[in-house]
């Protein structure tokens, strides 16, 4: 919009010319413009069109806030409202429905594309991510082609003989326009506006007031007034109301910063200063560059946009909504006034309008003005504050003059979600203070929850913690039979990804995988998105595959922003029956937990139902999108036999190099970071093996007594008698059995039966093919090391995986929820010792179970 620029690279594949946002040929505004009117108008305030329109936009805003009050309402630019924002907006050009969730998969892409899109004359922000840019611009066009159908569809007739040129269509040309709006001047301005209103009602920063005090001419102003208090000391609107308050919202915090335009325009790539200013004609008759050269980094023609001009002026029009002259001598204090001042108002662009100029056809006002008033109007009549609690951080809430008016997102919780127990707590690490007496004030909820009657169903854990400690007699939950459907196979459920969330993970995995293979490493797209430490080893190309990038991407990105779970997250039961449930070859696992382990919440929650999953939903949406084909369609490299790379050389790991040791280079991956309330990533480490027994390069055999009969082969271990050397052995842990599962090309096969003797100590392994190694052997350390990595693989794969967590948790956690009432006693105790099974059960499916996840990319076995 003039205060800064944007580069032309996105545009660039929509079938426009220019390569512009919100910048047309004026051939190509006359012949848009009346179908913007017609989109974006209201009618006649007594007009069927207008009944229509309010209807629509309050019914939106009234199932907006009903389901927000369940959920909480996160007031902030990457906010609830932003996504609602594009659902209202879609519905208004498009006649069509689309869910909230849709919107906030549309408010990442959006704000993805903004990040990028900005730049300056100087360092355009393309530069420092050049490997993200051909992807987001397929994506790009890809979203205009599937407009213009609709836009065929509705505004044709209105279309119809007229010239875009040297646009592909005027249908394109509209698509490519409505795109702008919901990007930008609707979907941004509407976001701003709502959020700096709601705000408002609710800021408690001081001081109060406006920092100019009646002083309308303030040079160089303090940096203190870049964060000054709630401007609206009142903090309150009466009924009838609403539209003067969303009015000064609007003149206040004017959302858009200027319309600027050039005295000297300027020069097009290729072309001179007089060659350019030729293509500039009265009568509507001006011509854009000509496309013509080639820019190799960008793969599109040589544009010029925004160097070489003169005379860049921009009209300020925050400046001039404040000005006294047109609203009075306290036009910088925010106050609600009569509605009769707004006609000075220039935030719409009001004063760019003409009749007599083509018809009204080269107007540049704001042609959504009447729906913007609407919308904002009807949200602050149908917003109740009552409904809100005041949020615990609300003294945190400062205010600017500038284009983002508040300082601070912060999250809304309703009445009923605090009576509940359900109240969003303020940020951990920002605000540790009130998260504490946030999470205290939870806890007496629940407490005093326990025994009440009518509040049964919000029982948990803590309410076993309550009754110990006498503050609560009843620990009874009343009964609730679910209902669901039959089993769904694991390769559909991964294709209940909504195809837009896939779409957008395709173009940033595919980004991520482009940069990995161009520059060898993605360290610079880690960095970016707060994905990798400064100084943490860098993933080289001769290390890791693409796979292995997105796995380490994705899990430290989801791992990041979860938090430990502590004893009072375990709820207690309130509902039996049946339940969904997924299934792979003959595993069938329950998709739902109907004691709400990890229940998904606010946006996955929305996710979810947009692919038709029930309440308690165990899996987060982005991770089943992120397991999908995308993930697994990566091609599978071992290179063993490759000397040139995959090398702990390469990783600079041993003897005089910066690592030690294999296991340092893993945990140099994982030490530099934290889970979301600062907890060390990876678990503190409380047997230190190598400590213990690794002696001079050498693994002592101390290391296979503790492993076998104290550790995690202790389950595996069995008599036995058998001579060997004059020495009686007593004890074997067989793993002969699993030599005859094939491994793929390099690996070596499993096996070993590791014998020990009556003290405990290892003394012989029999190899798969019957070879007796002895610990006198030069093979000794070699048949330890594989009869180790045999066990770990097996009791991870077999014992661990299969058996207790398919086998045992699943059936356990699955039968009891299905048959016992929530009061049965055994359902009681299995409800804490079945905690989080099938929610842990499901996800495995997915990361561990499939084909070419995880787990049959680490472990060797060929059919795996």
Not at 316 to 321: E, G, I, R, S, T
């Amino acid at each position: 919009l003039g205060t800064g620029f944007l580069s032309p690279y996105l545009w660039s594949s929509r079938g426009i010319d220019p390569f512009a946002a919100l910048g047309v040929e004026p051939n190509q505004h006359a012949a848009v413009r009346p179908a913007l009117e017609k989109m974006w108008g209201t009618g006649g305030k007594n007009s069927a069109e207008y009944r229509r329109t309010e209807d629509m936009v309050r019914a939106s805003i009234q199932e907006f806030l009903a389901d927000r009050r369940k959920n909480g309402l996160k007031v902030d630019m990457l906010g609830d409202v932003m996504a609602w924002a594009h659902q209202v907006l879609y519905k208004k050009a498009f006649k069509r429905d689309i869910t909230l969730m849709e919107g906030k998969v549309f408010m990442v892409f959006q704000l993805l594309y903004l990040g990028l899109a900005l730049q300056s004359d100087t360092e355009p922000v393309l530069a420092k991510v050049p490997f993200l840019l051909p992807t987001l611009r397929q994506q790009v066009a890809r979203i205009v082609r599937s407009y213009e159908p609709i836009v065929q569809e509705m505004y044709a007739d209105d279309l119809d003989g007229l010239d875009c040129s040297p646009s592909t269509s005027c249908v394109t040309q509209l698509a490519s326009a409505i795109l702008d709006a919901f990007l930008l001047a609707g979907g941004v301005s509407l976001t701003v506006s709502i959020n700096a209103g709601i705000a408002l009602l609710y800021s408690t920063a001081e001081p109060m007031g406006t920092p100019y005090s009646g002083n309308e001419e303030v040079e160089n102003p303090p940096d203190s007034w870049l964060a000054w208090g709630n401007p609206f000391p009142d903090m309150a609107y009466e009924h009838g109301q609403e539209l003067q308050f969303y009015w000064e919202v609007l003149r206040y915090f004017a959302p858009v910063g200027s319309v600027a335009s050039w005295t000297k325009p300027v020069t097009c790539a290729g072309l001179s200063e007089d060659q350019t200013k030729a293509l500039l004609k009265d009568g509507g008759a001006s011509q854009p560059c000509p496309l013509e050269g080639y820019n190799l980094p960008q793969d599109i023609p040589r544009v010029n946009q925004y160097t070489g001009g003169a005379g860049h002026i921009f009209p300020v029009l925050p400046v001039a909504m404040r000005d006294p002259a047109k609203f009075g001598p306290d036009a910088n204090s925010f106050r609600i006034r009569e509605l009769e001042v707004y006609k000075w108002s220039v935030g719409f662009g009001e004063m760019a309008e003409s009749s007599k100029v083509a018809n009204g056809k080269m107007n540049r006002s704001c042609p959504g003005k009447s729906f913007t008033l609407m919308v904002g109007s009807l949200f602050f009549e149908e917003f109740n504050k009552q409904d809100w609690a005041a949020p615990r951080d609300s003294m945190n809430i400062t205010f600017s003059q500038g284009s983002k008016p508040f300082h601070m997102g912060f999250t809304l919780s309703s009445q009923a979600m605090v009576a509940e127990c359900k109240e969003i707590c303020p940020s951990a690490l920002k605000f540790p203070e009130l998260h504490q007496a946030c999470t205290a004030a939870k806890q007496r909820c629940h407490c005093d929850s326990c025994g009440a009657e009518k509040n049964r169903l919000l029982g948990s854990w803590s309410c076993v913690q309550c009754a110990l400690s006498g503050r609560t007699r009843e620990l009874v939950a009343s009964p609730k039979p679910w209902g669901g459907e039959g089993p769904r196979p694991a390769f559909a459920e991964l294709a209940r990804c909504p195809a837009l969330l896939a779409e957008l993970l395709n173009v940033a995995g595919g980004a991520a995988v482009q940069a990995y293979q161009e520059s060898g490493t993605p360290t610079a797209l880690l960095e970016l998105l707060n994905a990798k430490a400064k100084g943490s080893p860098v993933l080289w190309k001769n290390l890791v595959d693409p796979f292995a990038v997105l796995f380490y991407f994705s899990l430290k990105m989801t791992i990041s922003a979860k938090s430990a779970s502590h004893s009072d997250s375990i709820a207690a039961p309130s509902l039996y029956g049946s339940f969904e449930t997924m299934t792979y070859g003959d595993l069938t696992v329950p998709v739902v937990d109907l004691d709400g382990y990890e229940a998904t919440k606010l946006f996955d929650s929305e996710l979810m139902e947009l692919m038709g999953s029930p309440p308690n939903h165990v899996k987060s949406v982005l991770q089943v999108c992120l397991a999908g084909p995308f993930m697994m369609g990566q091609e599978k490299h071992d290179w063993l036999e490759d000397h040139a790379r995959n090398t702990w050389a390469q990783a600079s790991v041993g003897l005089g190099r910066t690592l030690l040791r294999k296991k340092d280079w893993i945990m140099s991956l994982w030490a530099p970071y934290t889970l979301a309330d600062d907890v060390a990533m990876w678990p503190k480490t409380e047997v230190d093996f190598a400590q213990l027994f690794l002696k001079a390069d050498l693994w002592d055999d101390g290391l296979e007594q503790a492993i076998a009969f104290s550790s995690i082969g202790t389950h595996r271990l069995e008599t036995t008698k058998r001579d060997f050397g004059g020495e009686q052995l007593h004890f074997v842990v067989s793993l002969n059995a699993f030599a005859s599962l094939e491994v793929r090309p390099g690996f070596g096969r499993y096996g070993g039966d590791m014998y020990f003797s009556e003290a405990g100590m290892p003394v012989l392994v029999v190899t798969p093919d019957g070879t007796e190694v002895s610990h006198a052997s030069k093979d000794w350390q070699y048949w330890k090391f594989v009869w180790r990595s045999s066990l770990v693989s097996i009791v991870t794969l077999q014992d661990h995986l299969h058996m207790a967590h398919y086998k045992v948790a699943n059936v356990l956690a699955a039968s009891s929820r299905r048959e016992l009432q929530p009061d049965h006693p055994a359902r009681r105790v299995l409800t804490v010792f079945t905690w989080g099974s099938i929610g842990i059960n499901y996800k495995s499916m997915f990361a561990l179970s499939l084909k070419d996840s995880a787990l049959s990319r680490t472990m060797p076995v060929k059919a795996f």
